[in-house]
């Protein structure tokens, strides 16, 4: 019922936003979510006023005073995006608790002390991080459940340890839906993990982007008779961090930046993931690269993880060549293979067919998986990699002509007809059939030619012909 409330409140202050800021541009805003342990109650303090976004300096008061009473053991789970909506919509406000993606979250705030932000800045949320490390002048840890099981935490000492989430909503990634509640999976396993130490904790739950913007029309006064046009969205912010660069003799060969790097394991006829993405990109985040090399017709990229799905040793390589091709009178680069080695097994996903671009350029694609509309194809009925699944996002990578730490023009994977031009030129088609049809059943027709005369004798119609 509380967490039914909660989510009541942070739709309605997401209603009065919207109806406060109409007349002006949208800005983009997340909420927070914030609790602790059960036993340590939190701060009381005045909620922010419906329709307030909150900035990065109001965060830094606000946590200031809400960590000054609260254990300074903090979880931050930062998932990629997240809006009020993604609670509306999936959990289970409308008395459909069976149906919810967060069990785990509405457990967690039922049992402690919580505080709600429904509208936090993106740019303050991204900072959230920096924000707790001054707070707790203490480093931050990028972690995962299996890593936080083998770690030892002391209830006296402040720690930071922030566990990336993922976010999807495409068609040929795992539904939104699904993916939530993956992720409330895992922070049910945190906070299962932290109290079997018995370490109190402060727990917020916040994303660097909102998963739905809605851009609302300005109001500017235009001339009579001109007319405007539906504009997209502002690009998105930049890249929160680097891309994974390899060197070669000094100087840059390889680069490669994705949002989620998830692989997943089918085991008893469950599908257990995995993201790779925090162990792989990240402030003080170094991940090994031993086994990579890059010459003028081959790249190889290889990403060495531990503890990864139980398997102790874990690697994820690209494999990229190069060559001229005559009929194009230019050299593409492909990527032949994925890999997958783990403690001493090996499994083979062929990506040259649909992972490939002009050796200048590098290849970026929205979405990079080897299920629904794979591009990634296992290497026979009997590898190991039918066994897995591999699901990049907002993948990009350039093995060949790197200049400096930038990735060259991208060439997006993202065809000239999409789904809306064929359904666009198809309807087209079908009107201009009906429209070609209806005129010819117009140009048969035929008036009388003869007519009736009162005067006359009538005209008689043989009844036998």
Same mark, same amino acid.
Request: net charge neutral; proline share 6%.
């Given at each position: 019922?509380?967490?039914?409330?909660?989510?009541?409140?942070?739709?309605?202050?997401?209603?009065?936003?919207?109806?406060?800021?109409?007349?002006?541009?949208?800005?983009?805003?997340?909420?927070?979510?914030?609790?602790?342990?059960?036993?340590?109650?939190?701060?009381?303090?005045?909620?922010?006023?419906? %329709?307030?976004?909150?900035?990065?300096?109001?965060?830094?008061?606000?946590?200031?005073?809400?960590?000054?009473?609260?254990?300074?053991?903090?979880?931050?789970?930062?998932?990629? $995006?997240?809006?009020?909506?993604?609670?509306?919509?999936?959990?289970?406000?409308?008395?459909?608790?069976?149906? @919810?993606?967060?069990?785990?979250?509405?457990?967690?705030?039922?049992?402690?002390?919580?505080?709600?932000?429904?509208?936090?800045?993106?740019?303050?949320?991204?900072?959230?991080?920096?924000?707790?490390?001054?707070?707790?002048?203490?480093?931050?840890?990028?972690?995962?459940?299996?890593?936080?099981?083998?770690?030892?935490?002391?209830?006296?000492?402040?720690?930071?340890?922030?566990?990336?989430? =993922?976010?999807?909503?495409?068609?040929?990634?795992?539904?939104?839906?699904?993916?939530?509640? /993956?992720?409330?999976?895992?922070?049910?396993?945190?906070?299962?993990?932290?109290?079997?130490?018995?370490?109190?904790?402060?727990?917020?739950?916040?994303?660097?982007?909102?998963?739905?913007?809605?851009?609302?029309?300005?109001?500017?006064?235009?001339? *009579?008779?001109? #007319?405007?046009?539906?504009? @997209?969205?502002?690009? /998105? =912010?930049?890249?929160?961090?680097?891309?994974?660069?390899? &060197?070669?003799? /000094?100087?840059?060969?390889?680069?490669?930046?994705?949002?989620?790097?998830?692989?997943?394991?089918?085991?008893?006829?469950?599908?257990?993931?995995?993201?790779?993405?925090? $162990?792989?990109? +990240?402030? +003080?985040?170094?991940?090994?690269?031993?086994?990579?090399?890059?010459?003028?017709?081959?790249?190889?990229?290889?990403?060495?993880?531990?503890?990864?799905?139980?398997?102790?040793?874990? &690697?994820?390589?690209?494999?990229?060549?190069?060559?001229?091709?005559?009929? @194009?009178? #230019?050299?593409?680069?492909?990527?032949? #293979?994925?890999?997958?080695?783990?403690? %001493? &097994?090996?499994?083979?996903?062929?990506?040259?067919?649909?992972?490939?671009?002009? *050796?200048?350029?590098?290849?970026?694609?929205?979405?990079?998986?080897?299920?629904?509309?794979?591009? !990634?194809?296992?290497?026979?009925? $009997?590898?190991?990699?039918?066994?897995?699944?591999?699901?990049?996002?907002?993948?990009?990578?350039?093995?060949?002509?790197?200049?400096? $730490?930038?990735?060259?023009?991208?060439?997006?994977?993202?065809?000239?007809?999409?789904?809306?031009?064929?359904?666009?030129?198809?309807?087209?088609?079908?009107?201009?059939?009906?429209?070609?049809?209806? !005129?010819?059943?117009?140009?048969?027709?035929?008036?009388?030619?003869?007519?009736?005369?009162?005067?006359?004798?009538?005209?008689?119609? =043989?009844?036998?012909?």
């Amino acid at each position: 019922m509380a967490v039914r409330m909660a989510v009541g409140r942070l739709a309605a202050s997401l209603i009065l936003l919207l109806s406060i800021f109409a007349s002006g541009r949208c800005s983009e805003h997340v909420p927070l979510l914030m609790w602790s342990s059960s036993g340590f109650p939190l701060a009381s303090q005045n909620a922010p006023a419906a %329709g307030h976004i909150m900035s990065s300096n109001q965060l830094r008061s606000f946590l200031s005073t809400a960590l000054s009473s609260a254990p300074h053991n903090v979880l931050l789970f930062l998932q990629d $995006k997240l809006s009020v909506d993604d609670f509306t919509m999936y959990a289970g406000v409308f008395g459909n608790k069976q149906d @919810s993606a967060f069990p785990n979250l509405e457990a967690a705030l039922q049992l402690s002390s919580s505080l709600l932000l429904p509208s936090v800045s993106s740019s303050a949320s991204a900072a959230l991080p920096a924000l707790i490390q001054e707070q707790l002048d203490t480093a931050p840890l990028y972690m995962d459940p299996e890593t936080l099981a083998q770690l030892r935490l002391n209830a006296s000492l402040p720690a930071l340890l922030i566990f990336r989430l =993922p976010y999807s909503s495409g068609d040929d990634m795992m539904s939104a839906k699904e993916v939530l509640s /993956g992720n409330d999976e895992v922070i049910g396993q945190v906070l299962n993990i932290m109290k079997g130490q018995s370490v109190p904790y402060t727990a917020m739950y916040t994303a660097l982007r909102p998963s739905r913007v809605i851009e609302e029309p300005s109001l500017a006064v235009h001339s *009579v008779g001109t #007319r405007s046009l539906l504009q @997209s969205r502002r690009g /998105g =912010p930049p890249a929160p961090y680097p891309p994974v660069e390899f &060197k070669e003799r /000094g100087s840059t060969c390889i680069l490669m930046w994705a949002d989620n790097l998830t692989v997943s394991l089918l085991r008893s006829g469950k599908w257990e993931r995995h993201d790779l993405a925090p $162990k792989t990109f +990240g402030e +003080g985040v170094f991940p090994k690269l031993e086994g990579s090399y890059c010459n003028e017709t081959h790249s190889r990229l290889v990403l060495n993880y531990e503890n990864v799905l139980s398997y102790r040793s874990f &690697k994820l390589i690209f494999v990229l060549s190069q060559r001229h091709y005559k009929v @194009s009178a #230019r050299r593409w680069f492909t990527m032949d #293979r994925v890999q997958l080695e783990y403690d %001493g &097994k090996k499994a083979s996903f062929n990506a040259s067919l649909s992972i490939y671009a002009p *050796v200048e350029y590098s290849y970026r694609c929205d979405s990079v998986t080897s299920f629904r509309y794979p591009q !990634l194809i296992p290497h026979s009925a $009997k590898d190991n990699a039918n066994e897995w699944r591999i699901s990049f996002d907002d993948f990009q990578i350039q093995g060949f002509n790197v200049t400096g $730490k930038d990735f060259s023009y991208a060439s997006d994977c993202a065809g000239f007809f999409t789904p809306g031009i064929w359904m666009g030129l198809l309807t087209s088609l079908l009107m201009v059939l009906v429209l070609t049809y209806g !005129l010819h059943m117009i140009m048969q027709l035929h008036t009388m030619d003869r007519f009736d005369d009162p005067k006359g004798p009538a005209i008689s119609v =043989p009844q036998t012909e």
